[in-house]
């Protein structure tokens, strides 16, 4: 999946096809007096190039840091050509094959969360806007009520409260990651949304959906799914350990995030955002001015906050899964094989005496700490630091990883042999967001016991 320059003949090929269209419009009146020429973007291409080379190797296993990877390079080669052209999925006016295929990629996505036939649902440009939207939709179908996330929830739910101006409450959860059904039961009243997260961004734990639904139910509240980084895992739900319980029930959630920068392979530029309630289209109303006149028919931008998308991130995605369907056999074997290195890590893991695990994983995401003679939080925070530090540096064999604040209680608890003497523990965290981190993972092991 590395070598993107093989994929480079099907690109020019393509490429010289939408040029042959591009020319069909006939000739240009005269030059234009464009700068530069070919030979000066050559001339300046090679300090592009070594710049770029200043990155992490994020298609590399060696890289197991944040979650990040390169797209496919199927996503690619259709980006770079929808790119070309440079359609805008505001509206139909702006892009109409490419609306036309996000419509249908959303189709997809409405059915792996398990929407029925009545659904809305868009691309957005990452998750944080999706859930934006999900959240701005919260407030207004209980504007007086709180938004409640968890203590482990992305943090920018915090903030986009804020930016509503309605009130958000955290709801605090037990050492292994339960939201406390006390705390909700007390504040059930004041309670108009709760945010359940499939797949934390932390540690990638998997929120009990199967508890807090029929909770909600109960009390008359929505449920607003984050599953930005974990949604595509519905694909293999009850496989490889994945307890099975928390996704039979995404399909009945009022609002679902899922990102397909994240773990469908696409350029960064392309999160999801779905509503199992058409009628809230009414909350996006407005007319524009500018837009809308090419046809009748929905047009993308009257159900989206933004206003200027990528029609090339629909292209990619859409072409992406043409090849690689959301199946359990299609992008659910991919995500196995991140679940399944993620096992062998933590197997590794509990047979070292030089490292701990911090807690068996959920999904693909492993964090744990090296193992210390002086058991304090302090000394994990110092030898999380030093270990990531020089595993980073290494001139040969490199390997990055990357580091995660827990509360030292939460620690605690999950390590009763140690003493707390710092409010806040550095662990170490391994994303094996990578299908090639499953071959990998005993050479992982090897550079992390050196
Ligand atoms: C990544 C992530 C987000 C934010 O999404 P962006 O695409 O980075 O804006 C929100 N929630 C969760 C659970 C995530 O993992």
Same mark, same amino acid.
């Given at each position: 999946?590395?070598?993107?320059?093989?994929?480079?003949?099907?690109?020019?090929?393509?490429?010289?096809?939408?040029?042959?269209?591009?020319?069909?419009?006939?000739?240009?009146?005269?030059?234009?007096?464009?700068?530069?020429?070919?030979?000066?973007?050559?001339?300046?291409?090679?300090?592009?190039?070594?710049?770029?080379?200043?990155?992490?190797?994020?298609?590399?296993?060696?890289?197991?840091?944040?979650?990040?990877?390169?797209?496919?390079?199927?996503?690619?080669?259709?980006?770079?050509?929808?790119?070309?052209?440079?359609?805008?999925?505001?509206?139909?006016?702006?892009?109409?094959?490419?609306?036309?295929?996000?419509?249908?990629?959303?189709?997809?996505?409405?059915?792996?969360?398990?929407?029925?036939?009545?659904?809305?649902?868009?691309?957005?440009?990452?998750?944080?806007?999706?859930?934006?939207?999900?959240?701005?939709?919260?407030?207004?179908?209980?504007?007086?009520?709180?938004?409640?996330?968890?203590?482990?929830?992305?943090?920018?739910?915090?903030?986009?409260?804020?930016?509503?101006?309605?009130?958000?409450?955290?709801?605090?959860?037990?050492?292994?990651?339960?939201?406390?059904?006390?705390?909700?039961?007390?504040?059930?009243?004041?309670?108009?949304?709760?945010?359940?997260?499939?797949?934390?961004?932390?540690?990638?734990?998997?929120?009990?959906?199967?508890?807090?639904?029929?909770?909600?139910?109960?009390?008359?509240?929505?449920?607003?799914?984050?599953?930005?980084?974990?949604?595509?895992?519905?694909?293999?739900?009850?496989?490889?350990?994945?307890?099975?319980?928390?996704?039979?029930?995404?399909?009945?959630?009022?609002?679902?995030?899922?990102?397909?920068?994240?773990?469908?392979?696409?350029?960064?530029?392309?999160?999801?955002?779905?509503?199992?309630?058409?009628?809230?289209?009414?909350?996006?109303?407005?007319?524009?001015?500018?837009?809308?006149?090419?046809?009748?028919?929905?047009? =993308? #931008?009257? !159900?989206?906050?933004? +206003?200027? $998308? %990528?029609?090339?991130?629909? @292209?990619?995605?859409?072409?992406?899964?043409?090849?690689?369907?959301?199946?359990?056999?299609? =992008? #659910?074997? !991919?995500?196995?094989? +991140?679940? $399944? %290195?993620?096992?062998?890590? @933590?197997?590794?893991?509990?047979?070292?005496?030089?490292?701990?695990?911090?807690?068996?994983?959920?999904?693909? !995401?492993?964090?744990?700490?090296?193992?210390?003679?002086?058991?304090?939080?302090?000394?994990?925070?110092?030898?999380?630091?030093?270990?990531?530090?020089?595993?980073?540096?290494?001139?040969?064999?490199?390997?990055?990883?990357?580091?995660?604040?827990?509360?030292?209680?939460?620690?605690?608890?999950?390590?009763?042999?140690?003493?707390?003497?710092?409010?806040?523990?550095?662990?170490?965290?391994?994303?094996?967001?990578?299908?090639?981190?499953?071959?990998?993972?005993?050479?992982?092991?090897?550079?992390?016991?050196?």
């Amino acid at each position: 999946m590395n070598s993107f320059s093989k994929y480079l003949p099907l690109l020019k090929n393509a490429m010289e096809e939408l040029d042959n269209w591009r020319n069909s419009f006939g000739e240009l009146p005269g030059d234009a007096g464009v700068v530069p020429e070919i030979a000066d973007i050559e001339k300046l291409l090679p300090e592009l190039t070594r710049r770029l080379k200043e990155n992490y190797p994020f298609h590399h296993p060696s890289y197991a840091g944040q979650m990040l990877k390169p797209p496919h390079p199927a996503a690619w080669l259709a980006y770079s050509l929808s790119m070309s052209i440079n359609p805008n999925n505001h509206a139909l006016d702006g892009g109409p094959p490419t609306s036309e295929m996000e419509k249908e990629v959303i189709k997809d996505l409405a059915n792996m969360a398990g929407y029925g036939s009545e659904y809305l649902g868009h691309l957005t440009s990452g998750g944080t806007v999706a859930n934006l939207e999900a959240l701005w939709i919260a407030r207004e179908l209980h504007p007086e009520k709180w938004i409640a996330s968890t203590e482990n929830a992305h943090y920018t739910h915090q903030r986009m409260c804020r930016i509503l101006n309605t009130r958000h409450v955290t709801i605090p959860v037990s050492p292994e990651g339960m939201p406390d059904m006390n705390f909700l039961d007390a504040h059930a009243g004041q309670i108009g949304t709760v945010v359940v997260t499939l797949g934390t961004t932390g540690e990638g734990i998997v929120e009990p959906l199967h508890v807090i639904k029929p909770w909600a139910d109960k009390h008359g509240i929505r449920i607003h799914v984050d599953a930005a980084y974990g949604g595509f895992f519905k694909l293999v739900a009850g496989l490889e350990g994945i307890d099975p319980e928390p996704w039979k029930l995404t399909g009945q959630a009022d609002s679902i995030v899922i990102d397909p920068h994240k773990h469908g392979l696409q350029p960064y530029g392309c999160g999801s955002v779905l509503f199992n309630d058409p009628a809230i289209g009414r909350f996006y109303q407005h007319d524009s001015p500018y837009t809308y006149f090419t046809s009748d028919e929905l047009h =993308l #931008g009257e !159900i989206t906050v933004e +206003c200027s $998308r %990528a029609g090339a991130a629909a @292209a990619a995605l859409w072409f992406t899964l043409r090849l690689i369907p959301l199946h359990q056999t299609g =992008l #659910g074997s !991919i995500l196995l094989k +991140c679940r $399944r %290195a993620a096992i062998k890590l @933590a197997e590794g893991l509990n047979q070292s005496d030089k490292f701990r695990l911090y807690r068996e994983p959920d999904l693909d !995401i492993v964090c744990f700490f090296p193992a210390s003679e002086k058991k304090s939080t302090s000394e994990v925070s110092r030898l999380s630091q030093e270990v990531f530090q020089t595993l980073m540096k290494r001139d040969r064999n490199p390997l990055f990883l990357s580091l995660f604040k827990v509360s030292s209680d939460t620690f605690k608890s999950l390590n009763p042999d140690y003493i707390i003497d710092c409010e806040q523990t550095v662990i170490l965290r391994s994303t094996l967001m990578k299908p090639d981190h499953e071959n990998y993972i005993p050479e992982l092991l090897h550079r992390l016991e050196e």
